[in-house]
């Protein structure tokens, strides 16, 4: 049995006073020490056109172990100054860890759907959907996330409850008319409430290694 990737996704919206120092911080710094970590993948800076939350980080795993492990552990006890500043100045922050309990299609688009369904949902609603809608230009691929209530632990500024650990599927798609369209579709079939990003930048562990040389 293949053991599914984990998604660490942390969304936040920040002060306009904060966000130069946190957009610096965020690109210099917190992505390449989270990929850094055994285990993590890649890290992903999304913006929002249509959110609550400005910011999201998707941060992709080898499994829910990482998150587990020593080396993520020994990332929180030596954090540095900057990041403990700007953890702190997160507003309204979101923290979720997840496995990737169901993937359809390949790649990241440029723009992406996350969609907040109901808990319990029919599996078989979602890959219905799917197979009605992979061969529509722009679509790329879509992930089921489903939170892991233990790890999913709160960020500093996070409200400490209610915090709903709801299932999210991300839409990726190569540009905004169809993201935008195909989220609409999917919330309505779905039952689930959509929140539109577009890709800032992304960082693989290929890339950190291959700019070691």
Not at 92 to 120: D, E, K
Not at 129 to 154: F, N
Request: charged share 15%.
């Amino acid at each position: 049995m293949t053991i599914p990737h984990g998604m660490l996704f942390v969304a936040t919206h920040i002060a306009a006073e904060d966000e130069a120092d946190f957009n610096l911080w965020y690109d210099h710094e917190h992505v390449a020490e989270r990929v850094a970590i055994p285990g993590f993948l890649s890290g992903t800076r999304y913006q929002a056109l249509s959110a609550e939350r400005r910011y999201l980080g998707l941060y992709e795993t080898e499994s829910l172990d990482t998150f587990t492990g020593a080396d993520y552990f020994a990332a929180f006890t030596r954090q540095t100054a900057w990041s403990v500043n700007n953890l702190d100045k997160m507003v309204n922050p979101m923290r979720r860890v997840c496995a990737i309990s169901h993937q359809h299609g390949q790649g990241t688009g440029s723009h992406l759907a996350v969609l907040t369904l109901q808990a319990g949902m029919e599996r078989a609603a979602l890959q219905q959907w799917q197979s009605g809608v992979q061969q529509t230009p722009g679509y790329i691929a879509s992930r089921l996330l489903t939170p892991d209530v233990t790890l999913s632990t709160p960020l500093p500024r996070e409200p400490r409850a209610p915090r709903a650990m709801q299932p999210m599927l991300l839409l990726h798609c190569s540009d905004a008319q169809t993201c935008q369209t195909l989220a609409a579709q999917a919330a309505d079939a779905l039952n689930g409430d959509a929140q539109l990003y577009a890709l800032s930048w992304q960082l693989t562990k290929q890339e950190m290694a291959h700019g070691e040389h």
